[in-house]
């Protein structure tokens, strides 16, 4: 559709951008819904970064996405913070308020939450979750976690300090385990997320025993590249359920979406396939 001189005005920064799959997926949503606006990339330089916050709600902007490498530093350019990027410690929805100042969220344990509670209907979230890795997803998905009532969660990753530095911002539910140990820590648990890079196309397997985890666990891999990783092949053949990563991504969109277009956007087979289509290399 076309877009008029009052279009509403979005988009995502990052550096580099050209990879990012968010200008698809707020694009699909806006032809979808017959909205008069428009989500754009925006290459910023981290030296960029400040000018850019400072003039684009100037030029009527409503608000934009964070990407790497931005995430941390937008905490600190933004007036006002919400409770999940405070604990996450990142930013990558902002919004521009009517006085004209900004909000900061983080929107990726939500986006998490809602793929898994989409695809994965009554997952036990009554048992020890096990996260592989400590980085920024890994940070995300602890408090979305912890935020879903999870008694326990077990943090194993190749440097074991990230993940105690992780376990101790994140209080007595979660725990840091060795990464040698991360088959052992399936016994009893509820759900088994990986937010590392092993899996992922061009990346190293992940080796990891399943045997351990009960018939009604749920295995989550945040790799979306391949969409089906073996990971998730080696919990489907062992009959357990299991979600894909593509699906955080596309909720972790939302609410960006219905705050600066003013229409909650839905996660689709539909939008689901347009992107999926985009994945092939
Ligand atoms: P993100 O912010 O996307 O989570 P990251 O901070 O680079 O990315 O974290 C990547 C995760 O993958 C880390 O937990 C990393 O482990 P280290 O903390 O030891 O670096 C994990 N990872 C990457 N390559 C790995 C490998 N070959 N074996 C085990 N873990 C690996």
């Given at each position: 559709m076309t877009i008029s001189g009052s279009a509403r005005l979005a988009g995502v920064m990052g550096w580099p951008i050209a990879h990012s799959r968010s200008p698809r997926i707020h694009g699909y949503w806006l032809q979808d819904y017959g909205i008069d606006g428009a989500y754009v990339p925006l290459a910023i330089e981290p030296g960029n970064l400040a000018e850019c916050f400072a003039m684009l709600p100037k030029v009527g902007f409503r608000g934009w996405n964070i990407t790497l490498p931005h995430k941390e530093a937008a905490l600190k350019l933004v007036h006002a913070i919400t409770p999940a990027a405070?604990?996450?410690g990142a930013v990558n929805t902002v919004t521009v308020?009517?006085?004209?100042?900004?909000?900061?969220?983080?929107?990726?344990?939500?986006?998490?939450?809602?793929?898994l509670d989409q695809t994965a209907p009554g997952w036990p979230s009554d048992r020890p979750a096990v996260v592989l890795g400590a980085g920024g997803a890994a940070r995300a998905i602890c408090f979305a976690l912890l935020d879903a009532g999870v008694p326990e969660v077990r943090i194993a990753n190749r440097t074991l300090p990230r993940a105690q530095a992780l376990a101790e911002a994140n209080g007595p539910a979660t725990r840091a385990i060795p990464w040698e140990a991360r088959s052992e820590a399936l016994q009893d648990a509820?759900?088994?997320?990986?937010?590392?890079?092993?899996?992922?196309?061009?990346?190293?397997?992940?080796?990891?025993?399943?045997?351990g985890l009960p018939a009604d666990a749920v295995v989550n891999d945040?790799?979306?590249?391949?969409?089906?990783?073996?990971?998730?092949?080696?919990?489907?053949?062992?009959?357990?359920?299991?979600?894909?990563?593509?699906?955080?991504?596309?909720?972790?969109?939302?609410?960006?979406?219905?705050?600066?277009?003013?229409?909650?956007?839905?996660?689709?087979?539909?939008?689901?396939?347009?992107?999926?289509?985009?994945?092939?290399?």
């Open positions: 405070e604990r996450i308020q009517p006085d004209g100042t900004l909000s900061g969220d983080n929107s990726d344990a939500f986006g998490f939450t809602a793929h509820g759900l088994l997320v990986n937010t590392t890079s092993l899996g992922m196309n061009g990346q190293p397997p992940l080796s990891i025993d399943l045997s945040i790799v979306y590249v391949p969409l089906e990783t073996p990971l998730l092949a080696a919990a489907a053949a062992r009959g357990l359920r299991t979600v894909d990563g593509l699906g955080m991504l596309l909720h972790q969109a939302r609410p960006g979406f219905s705050r600066w277009f003013g229409h909650e956007p839905d996660v689709t087979d539909a939008l689901y396939a347009a992107i999926v289509k985009d994945l092939v290399p």
